[in-house]
């Protein structure tokens, strides 16, 4: 099962919309389209949003991701935000205690303030 | 699937490649039998979750990454609770080193055991076999209002 992902440019930054199953098998797409992300986005960009509405599941090496996406956005002074989560990924943020540690939002409008 | 009527648990059994792309059909397999077997849609959602994390590990520390190898599946249903087995012939797991990790310590990797513990009630590594491990993850029926369902 492969999952789907889609970069638009955003005025504040990237957005990554992800649909599909997120794991063990998949997850290395995800950070592969994330480095991508990294390298060619512009060295100014305040913040890389990531839609996780369409997400059907995740599993802890999506988790991992998300973790590593984190750090890379901290080490270039950009904010990773996360926009609706779908009921599957809430589930493996409540049981990795992962809700407090992430910026989650409802939408990208609200996602997009305070920049 | 193998349905027992003589006693009181159905018993449906998967064998799967040791191959990340095979998580899928393991997920989809498991969903209807627990929705079936009276959980709700958030516990199966879960008891899903640690079981393909269950699966993960299999292929990554028994199986080192070997997609050539195989993973089976039975899932018991009865009264009082879901049974899952998955055996394995690869790398023996060693109960004593396998420990969920400090969730304070946000790094990636190193979830899986901690879901499979938060989720099950019973989880149980078997290296007694000739070879490889038999891993038993049990979670009980509860009631509405919290309580075990009886036998």
Do not use: W
Not at chain 1, 26 to 54: C, E, H, N, Y
Not at chain 2, 26 to 49: N, Q
Not at chain 2, 81 to 96: C, N, Q, T, Y
């Amino acid at each position: 099962m492969k999952v789907e992902i889609a970069v638009e440019k955003h005025a504040s930054g990237f957005l990554l919309k992800l649909k599909g199953d997120v794991d063990m098998n998949s997850s290395s797409d995800v950070r592969g389209a994330l480095g991508d992300t990294f390298r060619q986005g512009p060295k100014d960009a305040k913040a890389l949003f990531i839609d996780l509405s369409q997400v059907r599941y995740m599993d802890s090496s999506g988790i991992a991701t998300l973790v590593e996406a984190m750090q890379t956005c901290l080490k270039q002074g950009a904010r990773l935000r996360l926009i609706d989560l779908s009921p599957a990924v809430r589930d493996v943020f409540e049981l990795a205690r992962l809700a407090s540690i992430f910026e989650i939002f409802p939408s990208m409008d609200e996602a997009a303030k305070g920049l | 699937m193998t349905e027992d009527k003589g006693q009181t648990r159905e018993v449906v059994t998967l064998t799967v490649p040791s191959h990340p792309k095979f998580l899928y059909v393991v997920r989809s397999a498991l969903y209807p039998v627990v929705i079936d077997a009276g959980f709700s849609k958030k516990e199966t959602r879960k008891i899903i979750l640690a079981v393909d994390e269950a699966c993960s590990n299999i292929i990554k520390y028994a199986y080192e990454g070997d997609p050539l190898q195989t993973i089976k599946l039975s899932i018991a249903v009865e009264a009082a609770e879901v049974r899952i087995e998955l055996s394995d012939r690869g790398k023996r797991a060693d109960p004593s080193k396998i420990a969920p990790r400090d969730l304070s310590d946000i790094r990636p990797g190193g979830l899986g055991t901690h879901f499979m513990q938060a989720v099950f009630d019973t989880v149980r590594y078997d290296t007694s076999g000739a070879q490889g491990t038999v891993l038993t993850l049990v979670k009980k029926k509860r009631s509405p209002f919290g309580e075990e369902a009886k036998k």
